[in-house]
């Protein structure tokens, strides 16, 4: 766990770092199968505590502040490649977005406009029934691009604090967004999609 040590010292990885970091978690993840889990997963927490705090993308998702992984504001802040304005913890935060799942996470966004692009000039009106709407910042920039677009979303979320989230985010756009706080197994949307 050195490595990592010196990594927090020096204020976070240089992307020159991400290989020789990915194969210190990789075998710091085989130690914690192999020995006490407990001791070194505190002797790890004791090392990388001073960038896990909620002002790092890895802090926000170690806490969990709204109580779930994969929140509505995780979410945005992936979507938008946010980074802290702290220096020492700015790099970290670099590292996490250069990962599979939130770049992963991004190219979703990027699949649903370029989805919702290929539908424009229909000579219907378009309905889309959007599950697990989380942010909105998709619908957000859809709209930016095409603001005179007839295409119309019906967002399903469990999370009210997402809704009042993405409500504010898109509202200028509430006139063609509608929003149902509700389990989507439980959903029965009034119209076809």
């Known amino acids: 766990m050195e490595y990592i040590k010196k990594l927090v010292e020096k204020k976070g990885p240089e992307e020159s770092d991400y290989h020789a970091l990915h194969l210190e978690i990789e075998r710091i993840g085989s130690m914690l199968d192999q020995t006490s889990p407990a001791i070194l997963y505190g002797d790890l927490l004791d090392i990388i505590s001073p960038v896990l705090s909620v002002e790092t993308m890895q802090g926000f998702a170690f806490h969990k502040p709204h109580g779930y992984s994969g929140d509505y504001e995780i979410i945005d802040k992936i979507y938008r490649n946010w980074k802290s304005t702290q220096e020492e913890l700015k790099r970290w935060d670099e590292f996490f977005h250069a990962q599979e799942a939130p770049i992963a996470v991004r190219n979703r966004k990027r699949f ?3 989805t919702l692009e290929s539908c424009i000039g229909r000579d219907d009106e378009l309905r889309v029934l959007n599950v697990g709407s989380g942010p909105g910042r998709d619908m957000l920039e859809f709209f930016q ?8 979303f019906d967002c399903v979320d469990y999370d009210r604090e997402s809704i009042t989230y993405a409500s504010e985010l898109c509202s200028t756009y509430l006139d063609r967004i509608r929003f149902f706080h509700k389990n989507v197994f439980r959903f029965t949307p009034g119209r076809s999609f």
């Open 145 to 152: 691009k095409h603001p005179d677009t007839d295409i119309f």
């Open 112 to 114: 649903f406009l370029d």
